[in-house]
């Protein structure tokens, strides 16, 4: 089984995103919409084997991720209703996935945290949530909020 093959299972077995209507499903056509928000959406570290850490970041408004924070909209909604050429002043990590060989290395944090530079290039970020699915998850979040001086919030 390749990496890639490997981390679409990985997503699938986490996050259950097919079975669930409100969390988003990454495919190309959703690939695009993200990258046309902000180049920094999606990354993504690699060898060899292919991809072993994947990182979604979703800039939005403090508006929608307070909307989200409540259960009111998913994650479909909040990201349906972003616009690319918006003003944007919070951050949704939506995921971090890291094969379990490349775990506790710090990868995701090393990915997070450059694609929160680029995205704070070209937006105010002043707040930053997540909908946590693990223990590692929050403490990743909660690393980002501290690293970056933000507030952070959690469904």
Same mark, same amino acid.
């Not at 570290?45 to 292919?50: I, T």
């Not at 507030?151 to 959690?154: E, G």
């Given at each position: 089984m390749t990496n890639l093959e490997r981390m679409i299972a990985l997503a699938d077995q986490f996050f259950a995103s097919r079975s669930d209507p409100d969390q988003i499903v990454v495919d190309d056509g959703l690939m695009e919409k993200l990258r046309s928000i902000h180049?920094?959406?999606l990354s993504e570290?690699?060898?060899?084997?292919?991809p072993f850490?994947?990182?979604?970041?979703i800039p939005t408004t403090h508006r929608v991720m307070e909307q989200f924070i409540r259960g009111e909209i998913g994650e479909r909604q909040l990201l349906g209703v972003n616009? +690319?050429?918006?003003?944007?002043?919070?951050?949704?990590?939506?995921?971090?996935?890291?094969? +379990?060989e490349y775990r506790g290395k710090g990868v995701a944090r090393r990915l997070a945290v450059d694609a929160i530079r680029a995205i704070q290039r070209d937006h105010a970020i002043r707040e930053f949530f997540v909908w946590a699915f693990s223990l590692e998850g929050t403490r990743l979040a909660e690393s980002l909020a501290r690293r970056f001086n933000l507030?952070?919030?959690?469904r």
């Open positions: 180049p920094a959406t570290a690699r060898d060899e084997k292919g850490a994947w990182i979604l970041l616009v +690319p050429n918006s003003a944007f002043d919070a951050i949704y990590l939506c995921s971090a996935l890291v094969l +379990p507030p952070l919030y959690q």
